[in-house]
């Protein structure tokens, strides 16, 4: 917003001048602050900055709360995920609660995001504040992908994955997904057609976990680059983990 004159009167001069200063208010945006005993005490303003001055709180609360929200993301992957939930799934519910906190609104989504990268770069000397600033702001990325949109270049692996499906693979008789009697959809061969896996390792903790399955031989490719944006997504949040695509060979999957 382009910067307004700006007066300084006392209660009682604006009194004399009230409608010359809502005039100028209105016609110039001018700000005219108001005193009392010299300390300022209110302000006259037009419609459009305080507007603008509200729409900027909002942001800041957003802001807060995308990182609040990254804050607790962290600590989930801090600990690899609940025994319940994988890490995927965890930064999916909370980009979905994200979103109902910012009233199902993709323009307050990246308006936060703006703000949390804005404010981030005083925090690029500490390592875990800056994590915690991109985990927001992917937060607020991912929130905004779940309304439809398509962000270029805030994928990553899984992020679109509908819920059971299994990317990659060829969806034959055996791995075609089904209705499960209590209405949850599920595939009944996830392992059958894969052929490749990404792995996650933790050199910290020197553990190793399946990040992604239901790669075919067909989606190498696919594989390798989905590895690779989550190394680049991992080192951006200063992550020190680590992706390796592993060809396997599956033998048989019980039950079967």
Same mark, same amino acid.
């Given at each position: ?93 909370? *980009?979905? !609660? ?16 703006? *703000? ?9 000397? $500490? ?6 600033? *991109? ?12 309304? @439809? ?5 805030? $994928? ?11 990317? @990659?693979?060829?969806? !034959? !008789? ?47 490719? !696919? ?6 944006? *989550? ?11 680590? $992706? ?11 039950? @079967?």
């Amino acid at each position: 917003m382009e910067t307004a004159p700006i007066e300084e009167m006392s209660v009682r001069e604006l009194r004399a001048e009230l409608a010359d200063v809502i005039n100028a208010a209105g016609m110039h945006n001018q700000v005219t602050f108001v005193t009392s005993r010299g300390r300022r005490v209110a302000a006259v303003v037009s419609v459009a900055t305080a507007e603008w001055a509200m729409e900027d709180s909002q942001t800041a609360g957003d802001a807060a709360t995308a990182q609040l929200y990254a804050v607790n993301v962290q600590l989930h992957e801090d600990r690899g995920g609940t025994p319940s939930l994988t890490m995927a799934e965890i930064f999916e519910d909370y *980009a979905t !609660d994200l979103l109902r906190e910012f009233g199902h609104d993709p323009e307050r989504a990246l308006a936060a995001a703006r *703000a949390v990268a804005a404010k981030a770069a005083g925090s690029v000397g $500490y390592p875990m504040l800056w994590r915690q600033a *991109a985990l927001a702001v992917e937060l607020c990325q991912r929130a905004v992908e779940i309304t @439809g949109r398509i962000l270029p270049g805030s $994928y990553r692996p899984g992020s679109r994955v509908e819920p059971g499906k299994l990317r @990659g693979v060829k969806r !034959d !008789d055996d791995t075609r997904l089904n209705n499960a009697g209590g209405g949850q959809t599920v595939a009944h061969s996830p392992y059958k057609d894969t052929e490749f896996l990404i792995l996650e390792f933790d050199p910290h903790t020197a553990k190793s976990k399946v990040a992604d399955i239901g790669y075919s031989v067909r989606n190498r490719d !696919d594989a390798i680059n989905d590895a690779r944006e *989550a190394a680049d997504s991992a080192q951006a949040r200063g992550l020190p983990l680590r $992706y390796a695509v592993v060809r396997v060979a599956t033998e048989v999957v019980f039950p @079967g």
